[in-house]
């Protein structure tokens, strides 16, 4: 009988030693798994969602080319991306006062930004055009003098404007974001919206019932630019730059151009740029 039981005690133990030592192998295998996603470091990335094709709200969800760009972008650095909307101007803020770190929201790279801010190698090639309504007799910027504007704050949209029609023009209104400029245009209370070119031919073309006319001045408006913008001195431009080229290179950013834009991108302009 004490046999049995010593028997019996020593098969309790080694299978005991047997679970312990798989629990250790698990364990040792989810931590090593673990250590590798601390490394894979989660950035704030903020946006402005009402910029549509670039960045806008679908059933709740954050979409567009900016977005796909920027999380591949970020994917091919090797980190996670934690985008928010958070509103046009506070994106700007957020990333000066360096509470996020990355910011994407059809940004145009200039020289005033620059002095702030950091970018990204260009990824779009942009320029301002004029949207009217359908027999308007704006065919030119030029034929904005004497009209009344609408614009989004702070973007080189307003800077054009303002350009052609004095800093503190009346004639001038502001708005928060671009969607509300157009709101203006619809309700009579503007003679135009200056804006990124792709925006408002999107919104033309998916509101035929409006029947908005989009005008190119060529003359007045340069071509422009977006990158991605960083906080002054971030060790991420260097990293996004490297991955934003290779995307450019292995043919991952034109699939999310044409998927978006249904044609193929210049990506040569975008790397004469750098």
Not at 58 to 70: L, N, S, Y
Not at 216 to 240: C, I, N, R, T, V
Request: glycine share 6%; charged share 30%; hydrophobic share 40%.
């Amino acid at each position: 009988m004490k046999k049995f039981k010593l028997f019996t005690t020593f098969l309790v133990m080694a299978f005991m030693l047997i679970l312990t030592a798989c629990g250790s192998s698990e364990t040792s295998s989810n931590g090593g798994d673990s250590d590798k996603e601390k490394e894979k470091k989660t950035l704030r990335v903020v946006t402005d969602a009402a910029y549509a094709p670039f960045e806008y709200l679908d059933k709740g969800e954050i979409v567009g080319f900016d977005i796909d760009i920027v999380k591949a972008v970020a994917e091919e650095a090797g980190y996670k991306v934690d985008i928010a909307n958070t509103g046009w101007d506070p994106v700007f803020l957020e990333l000066e006062k360096k509470i996020a770190d990355v910011g994407v929201s059809a940004i145009t790279i200039n020289d005033d930004r620059k002095k702030t801010y950091d970018f990204s190698v260009p990824y779009f090639l942009s320029t301002n055009k004029i949207m009217v309504p359908e027999g308007s007799d704006i065919k030119s910027a030029e034929d904005l003098k004497d009209k009344t504007v609408a614009v989004q704050n702070a973007t080189t949209g307003q800077e054009a404007v303002e350009g052609l029609l004095g800093k503190n023009s009346s004639q001038i209104k502001k708005f928060e974001n671009n969607n509300l400029a157009i709101l203006e245009l619809k309700a009579g209370g503007a003679d135009a919206v200056v804006a990124d070119n792709t925006v408002i031919e999107e919104y033309a073309k998916n509101n035929p019932k409006d029947k908005f006319v989009i005008i190119e001045d060529k003359d007045a408006f340069a071509q422009e630019f977006y990158g991605l913008m960083f906080p002054k001195g971030s060790a991420l431009k260097a990293e996004f730059d490297k991955a934003l080229n290779e995307l450019l290179d292995n043919g991952t950013y034109a699939k999310i151009y044409n998927e978006w834009f249904k044609v193929d991108p210049d990506v040569q302009i975008l790397k004469d740029q750098q």
